[in-house]
């Protein structure tokens, strides 16, 4: 098993390495430059290039850039923030998207498996057809639409929750984002779960563990839901990234300084740092993410242990 984490954990930083190549190349290549003021003469724009040492060759630029990214420094803004630590733009945003992806996360994994076991213990039931339909709304409609009902209802008209984010009112600020972002997540999770756990159910090592004594609770958390788990984290890995990272609309919509917008102004401004940065971000989580889950199964079925050894 450690022979096996050793090897995915190398593939991994080579993986972080090629794609940060990519994004480098890929926006080197984007017309435009950082420096699109019309106010800015030919030759300032020269001095400007060479400062930031733009006039250099790109495998010049990318092994600087490498250097300085495995000592913690990403450089600084070009447009957006003019000379400022990319560092300190983040440390302002990615705590609040951070905050409310987790929460959604969190919220998102607990309702959805808590209905999955419903819907699949009373299948046929009314109550499988409340999850069912729980689940194929949650699927069909985008966040924003349950962002914008909650805004208009609890919101406006009951004025239960702030419209808009307010750090001052952070956790009430963060409710009804939250729950748009974790409609997904419990849709996706809790139709996972109940189609593994119906088919768990049925199977016969849960007829040999009835026939042991074993019931109620522990048969279902022990062995049914645990077998069940492993096609629900493969579900549930690449959401938490998304939620974590943040969604643009839901973050527009409740006006909420994350890093989804961020990434859009630094796009459109041509703002290379910035923009390689949230996404060189958003990469290591995904591939943290799915090396940690890739471990994860093997603690949770040892089956898949003795094959990996």
Not at 125 to 135: A, L, M, R
Not at 221 to 244: G, S
Request: aromatic content about 10%; overall charge positive.
């Amino acid at each position: 098993m450690k022979k096996y984490i050793a090897k995915r954990m190398f593939v991994s930083i080579v993986t972080i390495l090629i794609i940060l190549l990519l994004l480098f190349c890929m926006l080197q290549f984007m017309p435009g430059s950082p420096f699109n003021d019309e106010k800015l003469s030919e030759a300032q724009v020269q001095v400007l290039n060479q400062k930031y040492g733009l006039d250099q060759p790109i495998v010049v630029q990318f092994v600087n850039y490498v250097k300085n990214v495995v000592k913690g420094d990403f450089g600084v803004s070009y447009s957006i923030s003019k000379n400022t630590d990319i560092s300190k733009l983040l440390n302002t945003r990615l705590p609040v998207s951070f905050r409310i992806g987790g929460q959604a996360v969190v919220f998102g994994a607990i309702i959805g498996i808590m209905l999955g076991i419903a819907a699949a213990l009373k299948s046929g039931t009314w109550i499988d057809s409340i999850c069912t339909i729980v689940s194929v709304l949650g699927v069909s409609l985008p966040s924003y639409v349950f962002a914008l009902a909650m805004a208009y209802f609890l919101g406006y008209r009951a004025n239960i929750f702030p419209l808009l984010y307010n750090s001052a009112e952070a956790f009430a600020s963060s409710v009804m984002p939250t729950i748009a972002l974790a409609m997904f997540s419990i849709a996706t999770v809790a139709r996972f779960t109940r189609t593994e756990l119906l088919e768990v159910l049925d199977s016969d090592y849960m007829l040999l563990a009835e026939s042991k004594g074993i019931t109620g609770r522990t048969l279902i958390v022990r062995h049914a839901l645990r077998n069940a788990l492993i096609p629900i984290i493969t579900v549930l890995a690449p959401l938490v990234v998304d939620l974590m990272i943040g969604s643009l609309v839901i973050e527009k919509i409740f006006s909420i300084p994350g890093i989804g917008s961020l990434m859009v102004t630094a796009i459109q401004s041509n703002d290379y740092n910035v923009t390689i940065t949230i996404a060189f971000i958003y990469s290591v989580m995904y591939i943290v993410l799915m090396l940690a889950v890739d471990i994860l199964y093997g603690v949770i079925d040892p089956r898949i242990r003795l094959a990996k050894e």
